[in-house]
């Protein structure tokens, strides 16, 4: 378990979100959702992962059970016994587990361009291996081009920047360690046994978790809803992030 780095907004004795980043990013993606979910009364709680932003970056590979722990141990040091949890990508992931494994801290799940299994490993090994080599501002670019489409980019260059240096700041041992925890992950079987109301968001221009991975997942979880985000890609709750917030604070209301 390791202790990560965490910030609180909103009401401080409202109903808790937490919200659970990309590879890649920090808790500054969240940015358009907190200042939302704190404006409704939650209490809105975003963290690094393990390796990323400011938390401590142990000797790796990790697993997304690694990654889930961290976060029930936050909880845990937070004081809160249940939380709506929201997390786009690797967060994501985090996520299935903690609805499969750890179903009494969950109260919602909201899941952002995801995966249950995002192939091929390969793939993710030779991004840990070129990462190692070279540092993260390697993959900077390439990164943002899948987290944006053209056009977004396009239109806000200084934005795209940002988040090039936020990709570019990651610790390269974090990125590649989690990159590992994505490589050896199969959730696939979990799905079915996941209770708690689940939302699933997927972006239609996400090269990264085409919509398909959103609707296999939503197919397998009971009662589970899909939304497919049009001029979005993969970091869809920021190109897209005031149709998301109505969806997810939507979803929060009916489960609530």
């Known amino acids: 378990m390791t202790s990560v780095d965490y910030a609180i907004d909103g009401a401080p004795t409202g109903p808790p979100i937490v919200l659970s980043g990309s590879l890649g990013s920090d808790m500054r993606m969240w940015e358009p959702q907190v200042r939302a979910f704190s404006a409704a009364g939650y209490r809105v709680v975003r963290y690094d992962h393990r390796g990323h932003g400011r938390s401590p970056v ?3 590979p990790y697993s997304v059970a690694d990654l889930a722990s961290d976060t029930l141990a936050l909880l845990d040091r937070l004081g809160i016994d249940r939380a709506h949890f929201v997390g786009l990508s690797l967060g994501g992931m ?5 609805g499969g494994n750890a179903p009494e801290r969950v109260r919602t799940l909201t899941l952002c361009c995801t995966s249950a299994q995002l192939g091929p490993p390969s793939l993710w090994a030779d991004r840990a291996a070129l ?4 540092g993260t501002a390697a993959i900077a670019v390439a990164a943002v081009q899948r987290w944006f489409t053209p056009e977004w980019r396009a239109a806000d260059p200084e934005r795209t920047r940002f988040y090039e240096d936020m990709v570019a700041a990651v610790p390269a041992e974090g990125y590649a360690s989690c990159c590992a925890a994505i490589e050896t992950m199969d959730q696939t079987a979990l799905l079915p046994t ?5 939302l699933v968001i997927a972006g239609a221009d996400d090269p990264a978790t085409p919509p398909a991975h959103g609707r296999r997942i939503a197919d397998a979880i009971p009662h589970a809803r899909l939304e497919i985000i049009d001029s979005a890609a993969h970091l869809a709750t920021a190109e897209q992030s005031d149709l998301i917030n ?3 604070l939507g979803h929060l209301k009916e489960n609530s």
């Open 58 to 60: 142990p000797p790796g």
């Open 94 to 98: 985090v996520g299935l587990w903690l």
């Open 131 to 134: 990462v190692r080599a070279e």
């Open 194 to 198: 996941i209770g708690a109301p689940t």
């Open 246 to 248: 109505d969806l997810i």
